[in-house]
């Protein structure tokens, strides 16, 4: 299992995200910027609240926009677009690919609001 490369924390009376980074100087373990100091606390737990995981990227108007100002043909967005049309379609009629799509983005996670709906068709709905 690879490092996750950034977690949510709690720390005394801190709380925020921290990153990791290779080359922190010796002897630093943590460091908390002062916008992460919330309330005083003498509680010396680190807790891990949750941690970075991998989640689908998304076209949106302004990247295919930036992406076609740098050349990549409007044929690529027209082909990945039917791509996603077939893959919705499919959604419709097929159990296994329902699920295979909510997976794909991050709806096994039991703190994705649209969780249920995984779990509902696990169980058969």
Do not use: W, Y
Request: hydrophobic share 40%.
């Amino acid at each position: 299992q690879p490092l996750p490369s950034a977690f949510q924390i709690r720390f005394g009376g801190h709380k925020g995200v921290v990153s990791v980074f290779p080359r922190m100087p010796a002897g630093v373990c943590l460091q908390l910027r002062g916008s992460m100091d919330k309330f005083d606390c003498k509680h010396d737990q680190l807790e891990v609240i949750s941690i970075a995981r991998c989640m689908p990227g998304f076209l949106n108007r302004q990247l295919i926009l930036l992406l076609s100002t740098l050349g990549v043909p409007d044929s690529v967005f027209v082909r990945l677009q039917g791509k996603m049309v077939e893959t919705l379609n499919d959604v419709l009629l097929s159990k296994e690919s329902a699920l295979r799509t909510l997976r794909m983005h991050g709806c096994h996670f039991a703190s994705n609001p649209l969780h249920c709906l995984v779990e509902m068709l696990e169980s058969g709905f």
